[in-house]
Nanobody, 127 residues
Framework: QVQLEESGGGLVQAGNSLRLSCVVSGRTLTTTVMAMGWFRQAPGKEREFVAG????????DYGDAVKGRFTISRDNYENTLSLQMNNLKPEDTAIYYCVGGSTSDTLRSMIEMPRYWGQGTQVTVSS
């Protein structure tokens, strides 16, 4: 089994930055090769794709709402996934979830249906 644990959420003012982290533990082979990413869910809204990255880190993808402001990265040695969020806006307020795919998932298929989910971390951006 694979466990994902997010941290780094909090309350920030609009225009500021925040960095989320996700620690990955569990089956080493799976955690090393799986594509990973971030989703978010705001109150009263459906979950939304934020960012994704291949297991080697060579390819990334971003949701339209965060392109140019957020950067996803990973450290396979430390088994961590990060999301650097700059120029935050009130509409970025949401619970942010770390997600991962199976060993057979491509980045695209992982984004379409993540296999593993963390518990989420709250990000609140005040105006």
């Amino acid at each position: 089994q694979v466990q994902l644990e997010e941290s780094g959420g909090g309350l920030v003012q609009a225009g500021n930055s925040l960095r989320l982290s996700c620690v990955v533990s569990g089956r080493t082979l799976t955690t090393t090769v799986m594509a990973m990413g971030w989703f978010r869910q705001a109150p009263g809204k459906e979950r939304e794709f934020v960012a994704g990255i291949t297991w080697q880190g060579g390819m990334t993808d971003y949701g339209d709402a965060v392109k140019g402001r957020f950067t996803i990265s990973r450290d396979n040695y430390e088994n961590t996934l990060s999301l650097q969020m700059n120029n935050l806006k009130p509409e970025d307020t949401a619970i942010y979830y770390c997600v991962g795919g199976s060993t057979s998932d491509t980045l695209r298929s992982m984004i379409e249906m993540p296999r593993y989910w963390g518990q989420g971390t709250q990000v609140t951006v005040s105006s």
